[in-house]
């Protein structure tokens, strides 16, 4: 194996000084001379005409400066498909979900553009609401866009072989119904942005987006500019996950306008109330699943039927429910698959992507049924998966799902293997089962998720690596790190192809005016395409140098090397200058030369087929297995997780310590949606839109998680890398889920699993 200088490495993150002594600035640290404040009003109904909105009151409040309306937009809309742009900056002629925006307010203070909020009159005329997505798509609810008089606003029907053959086949067929919570993100900066359309025409933000490129083309098309007239300075970020982060509220657009409209600079911070009410969410989804299997436990079709809760606008749904059925045939061997799902517009608020981005759903219902038709088939938990998985691939061939996804490294088999040897699985039944009132249990999990998303539009990441003539150097990228610590991997990737050291490599945040354009933070791409772009870049700028110094030493390029920040002949290592000396003869020989090295993601696309659901979204896919060990309170009903096992296929992990945190991380979100979160709703109205009614897991609610490399070095991915985390994430709900029903001998199929479904259960079962 081949060993390299930084590459695999445990090195902190090189973000990380700035992070703890707080001196790192996030964009509502912002702020310019003469800034006003921006507030949004919002609608009281979920589904509402609008009729009249008077605005003169709020203008007439001393302080207030400027006051916007829809009618200011034009009808501009925006969204993810040219045929799914429906979203606009504020609502036009009606509202479709509860406090959507209905108009925003500049003034001198924050409490001013409040005031000001309250003394707008909006007349509207409630209309019915429908927020139960199956209720949405009978005949009769109440239409919610004209457009769509079906309230279907996404629908696919894929079919891979012969499932009703196969299921008359199938020695053993279970049909169950699935469901899914409306989940949120739990970042602690909310959205926020500070905006300046200064006199010459051009748009300046500072705004906190994972995905900066999204909204430059967003403020570019909203406001009729050039994109070399938009210009997005990204500050530190704090959390992304998508939705909301990825795209743009209303708050940004209402700055933009409000500052055109004042003359000044204009900044909005929402509270964390507005944030978990009407930013974008996970979907919550049914998801109907139908296994066939052999008497041996082999799977012989699937058939699943996918219904999720859109809200009131598409956003990048055509997206989601793609990859709701994408994924099913991984990481077992599928002969047969059907598929059909349907995204339903409802009154409730605006749904979109999430860590784990719609596989997540259906990976979950897979993963129990399969454990479900093992119990009945009498086969192990971990058999079963072994008897399924696909093999890893000889090098140089490819396995080819289905539905046409192919995979050339797969780590699944020997993840599982990993943990069937694993104290946590292989000494559960020497630990003990009951201990007062507390049933333990151990379940385990199996899952695949994309790695380096690839799809239609600009896709492709840019780097550039400029060597200064003191030695160090300076990387730009489009890339953003969202707190996932892509900086600190990009830094290695370039730290590791030019052969210098980490610390000598500056990194440069995103700034549209000078850094290359970048599809952005989604997907688990930032490492296998920013990174392929920066190993170009490096490999570029590297060349450059020894192009120069190659004639000097009167030898070919080839000859020379570089390692630590020392450039060697590789035929006499002592003959050696440092990589400083060679930056400075680089720059001043002759009339000297201007060494910058550039590189672009080049994995190109192929096409996602939405209508046979047949293409590769990855460059790449990674695999994870999972064990857990919970203990259930058979009085209250409590879950107490006490360990996680996660062995994880990420290629090979460029950064050990920070692959193993994003596995942590993924591992403890998807555990508060396994056993905490969801939206309590009434009508459209979110019920608990404060943490504290939430409730996402506590650090004192965090288990014992060992994480365990399973190294594949996947030929497509920078020094071997795909992704982790996301994988993490997937695995997690059904291996608690499976923890609790050793635990309790209770199947449960919707999430959270709260205790008030347990108790219920329990009693259902005469248990408690």
């Known amino acids: ?80 498909m040219a045929t799914t742009r429906d979203e606009p900056p504020l609502a036009m002629d009606k509202v479709r979900y509860y406090m959507e925006g209905v108009a925003g307010v500049a003034a001198i203070d924050e409490d001013i553009a409040e005031e000001a909020c309250d003394l707008i009159d909006v007349e509207y005329e409630e209309l019915p609401g429908v927020f139960d997505p199956e209720e949405a798509m009978q005949e009769g609810a109440p239409v919610i866009h004209s457009y769509r008089p079906n309230n279907v606003s996404v629908e696919y029907h894929w079919n891979f072989g012969d499932v009703e053959k196969a299921f008359a086949e199938s020695y053993l067929v279970k049909e169950d119904r699935f469901r899914t919570s409306r989940a949120t993100k739990g970042y602690l900066e909310p959205p926020a942005s500070l905006a300046w359309y200064d006199p010459s025409g051009s748009i300046t933000v500072w705004a906190a987006k994972q995905s900066p490129y999204f909204h430059y083309r967003h403020l570019a098309a909203c406001f009729g500019l050039p994109l070399s007239k938009i210009r997005v300075i990204q500050p530190f970020i704090g959390g992304g996950f998508g939705g909301t982060k990825n795209d743009s509220v209303a708050g940004d657009f209402c700055a933009v306008m409000l500052s055109k409209k004042t003359g000044k ?377 006490t360990d996680f096992t996660i062995a994880h296929d990420c290629g090979r992990p460029l950064n050990p310590i920070g692959a193993e945190s994003q596995n942590e991380g993924g591992a403890v979100q998807g555990m508060g949606q396994a056993i905490y979160e969801d939206f309590i709703m009434n009508r459209g109205k979110t019920l608990n839109p404060t943490f504290l009614d939430y409730k996402m897991p506590r650090s004192t609610d965090v288990p014992d998680i060992k994480v365990i490399d399973i190294i594949t070095d996947d030929p497509d991915g920078p020094f071997g890398a795909k992704e982790a985390s996301e994988g993490s994430h997937v695995s997690t709900p059904p291996s608690v889920v499976s923890a609790i029903h050793d635990a309790t001998g209770i199947w449960f199929k919707e999430l959270p699993v709260t205790p008030e479904k347990i108790v219920r259960a329990l009693k259902e079962k005469g248990k408690w």
Not at 42 to 48: E, G, I, L, T, V
Not at 536 to 547: F, G, P, Y
Request: with cysteine.
């Open 265 to 641: 600079p204009v900044k909005f911070v929402y509270t964390q109330e507005e944030e978990l009410t009407v930013s974008k969410r996970r979907h919550s989804m049914l998801v109907y699943n139908k296994m066939g299997m052999t008497k041996d436990g082999l799977i012989t079709a699937i058939q699943s039927r996918v219904v999720a809760d859109g809200g009131g606008y598409t956003a990048v749904s055509p997206l989601t429910m793609y990859l709701t059925g994408c994924a099913t045939p991984l990481p077992y061997k599928l002969p047969n698959f059907k598929h059909e799902a349907y995204r339903a517009f409802t009154n409730n608020p605006i749904c979109a992507a999430m860590r784990g981005h719609g596989v997540t759903h259906t990976r979950f219902a897979c993963e129990i049924q399969m454990e479900m038709m093992a119990e009945e088939l009498g086969i192990d938990p971990m058999d079963i998966r072994m008897r399924n998985a696909i093999d890893n691939p000889e090098p140089g061939t490819v396995y080819r799902t289905i539905n046409d996804i192919t995979i050339k490294t797969c780590g699944i088999k020997e993840a599982i293997q990993t943990l069937a040897g694993d104290p946590l699985w292989a000494e559960k039944d020497k630990a003990p089962k009951q201990s007062g009132s507390i049933s333990y249990g151990v379940g385990m999990s199996a899952t695949a998720y994309m790695s380096g998303a690839r799809q239609l539009g600009h896709q492709s990441c840019g780097a550039i690596v400029r060597i200064c003539e003191d030695g160090t150097v300076n990387l730009i990228t489009g890339a953003t790190d969202c707190g996932q610590g892509s900086d600190t991997v990009l830094a290695m990737i370039a730290a590791e192809e030019l052969g210098v050291k980490l610390q000598d490599i500056d990194f440069k945040r995103v700034d549209s005016f000078y850094t290359p354009v970048d599809a952005g933070s989604y997907g688990s791409r930032v490492t296998v395409l920013a990174g392929q772009a920066v190993q170009i870049a490096a490999a570029d700028a590297r060349k450059q140098l020894l192009d120069i110094l190659g004639p000097l030493w009167k030898v070919k390029p080839e000859e020379i090397e570089i390692r630590n920040s020392i450039v060697s002949l590789k035929s006499n290592l002592s003959r050696q200058i440092s990589f400083e000396q060679l930056a400075k003869i680089a720059c001043y020989s002759g009339s000297g030369a201007v060494i910058m090295g550039k590189g672009y993601s080049g994995y190109g696309i192929e096409p996602l087929d939405f209508e046979t659901g047949r293409g590769n979204s990855g460059t790449a896919f990674s695999f994870t297995a999972q064990t857990t060990r919970a203990g259930v309170d058979m009085e209250t009903g409590h879950v107490t997780v």
């Open 1 to 80: 194996m081949k060993e390299y200088n930084v590459i695999g490495k445990r090195v902190p993150r090189v973000d990380g000084r700035e992070k703890v002594m707080g001196q790192a600035k996030y964009a509502a640290d912002y702020s310019l001379p003469g800034m006003l404040w921006s507030k949004v009003v919002r609608s009281p109904y979920a589904h509402a005409k609008i009729v009249n909105i008077d605005t003169s009151k709020a203008e007439r409040l001393p302080g207030v400066k400027a006051v916007v309306t829809a009618k200011d937009f034009n009808g501009w809309t925006w969204g993810f």
